[in-house]
């Protein structure tokens, strides 16, 4: 077996194991149960010379970290990052089972997959490679294997940032998500994330006067109240701001010139994001650009007969980076208008966005390294709507960054349906060119 395929076989395998353990995160404090990736990650690194600590935030919230020393203090600590935990699935609307880690065709189903066991396990596969290499690097190299990522990290990585930084503690961090290739006319785009939007969480309540159902004329009915708090966020639109992050990026993916002018106007981009076509990209670019209100859930009345009195409306608010909880707050009632007074605000979570610069010795290695393995690539930058656990470190200024390496079988366009959705898979290829990736990246940076 060449190495390339035993590299590929490795990975994959890692990879099912940690699919099939489910560790599913549901948000209520006793899911995840991560504690069986955290073994499993413990018995593939056996025999490699490797000791580890435990960090564990609650029961069966089990974080990982391994590292290998660098021998020269002055040169940068590296983290590599991988989550543990995946999100819920809804198996009718899949293909295969999504606990079943099934390969077929050179695909690995399952959730998971490309969020981001993938990546979890390509860091592993390079980490255990270096170690049994005898690998002594200037810089430090840590393995962080962490719970909790998809319910925010308050077990996982803001636990550990906050209760034991010197396990984490590091110059530089790589996690999610990116290095997906973009075919542009003038070469393969690998993006780099760089920056995250604030996740601010909403509850609106607003108010009414109880009444008998048998007569609403003139009655103060909360749910209709909140019919239109409804329809006057779902239509708000705050006034575009380009970021220099978008800027790059869309300027390097191969639009037509008039395209790319439009989507980084202010004055212009939410009409030319109307027509844009692939969907997908036309919601990036709008999520890019604004910072977006979207009422997901309503809780309220209480019985068939009774005109309500209280209605709650959550609203989940991606604040672009540089604007605050507190602005966002003001655009809520911007949005609301003359209803202002009759809603209430609660706010379960506010955060800001964060970035880090793209200019940094590391990215420089990135790009060297991906460089040799898909000639002619160029690193570009990205900001991404969801959140990560990079925030937790940008928050703390040290430059953090999300990428890997994929291979062009699954199109780029795939994957922002993969994330949480149904039939998540990665190919195999992928898996080989990521670990790849890492270890060579780990030797060119530590030294
Ligand atoms: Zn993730």
Not at 80 to 108: E, Y
Not at 189 to 197: D, G, H, R
Not at 251 to 270: F, K, N, Q, Y
Not at 319 to 327: E, H, K, N, Q, T
């Amino acid at each position: 077996m060449s190495d390339d395929t035993a590299l590929e076989t490795d990975a994959t395998e890692l990879l099912r194991t940690l699919i099939r353990n489910a560790c599913v995160n549901d948000g209520t404090p006793a899911s995840g149960q991560e504690v069986r990736n955290a073994d499993a990650l413990e018995a593939y690194f056996a025999g490699s010379g490797l000791s580890f600590q435990r960090y564990s935030s609650g029961p069966g919230r089990v974080s990982l970290v391994t590292r290998i020393e660098g021998s020269d203090r002055k040169a940068p600590t590296l983290l590599l990052m991988g989550h543990t935990d995946v999100v819920p699935v809804n198996a009718t609307g899949w293909s295969r089972d999504p606990f079943a880690a099934d390969v077929v065709d050179g695909i690995v189903w399952g959730r998971g997959a490309t969020d981001m066991l993938n990546i979890t396990t390509t860091m592993a596969v390079a980490m255990r490679r270096l170690a049994k290499s005898g690998f002594r690097p200037k810089g430090t190299l840590i393995y962080l294997g962490v719970p909790d990522e998809e319910a925010g990290g308050t077990y996982g990585a803001k636990f550990l940032v906050d209760q034991h930084w010197d396990a984490v503690k590091a110059d530089y961090v790589i996690t999610e998500s990116g290095g997906v290739p973009i075919p542009a006319p003038d070469g393969i785009k690998l993006p780099v994330t760089v920056a995250e939007k604030g996740i601010n969480w909403r509850r609106l309540v607003v108010k009414g006067t109880p009444g008998h159902g048998s007569m609403p004329f003139r009655t103060d009915n909360a749910l209709v109240t909140a019919a239109e708090v409804v329809r006057r966020i779902g239509t708000y639109q705050p006034k575009a701001k380009i970021l220099d992050e978008w800027r790059r990026f869309v300027s390097e993916i191969g639009l037509a010139p008039e395209m790319t002018a439009a989507l980084t106007d202010p004055d212009r981009v939410l009409e030319a994001v109307h027509h844009l076509e692939p969907l997908g990209l036309a919601r990036l670019a709008h999520a890019c650009t604004h910072t977006t209100f979207s009422p997901n859930v309503v809780h309220g009345g209480s019985k068939i007969n009774v005109v309500p009195d209280r209605i709650a409306i959550d609203v989940d608010v991606r604040a672009l980076p540089g604007v605050s909880p507190l602005d966002v707050d003001a655009m809520l009632k911007e949005a609301l208008g003359d209803l202002a007074s009759r809603v209430e605000i609660e706010a379960p979570r506010s955060q800001e966005g964060s970035r880090t610069p793209i200019e940094s010795p590391l990215v420089d290695a990135m790009a060297r390294v991906t460089q040799a393995l898909v000639p002619g690539s160029k690193i570009i930058p990205r900001m991404t709507g969801g959140g990560t656990d990079a925030r937790y470190f940008r928050w703390k200024n040290i430059p953090s960054y999300g990428f890997a390496l994929h291979s062009q079988r699954i199109p780029y366009t795939e994957y922002p349906l993969m994330f949480h959705g149904n039939d998540e898979r990665i190919d195999t290829e992928s898996l080989r060119l990521s670990a790849t990736m890492w270890e060579a990246l780990c030797r060119d940076f530590l030294g």
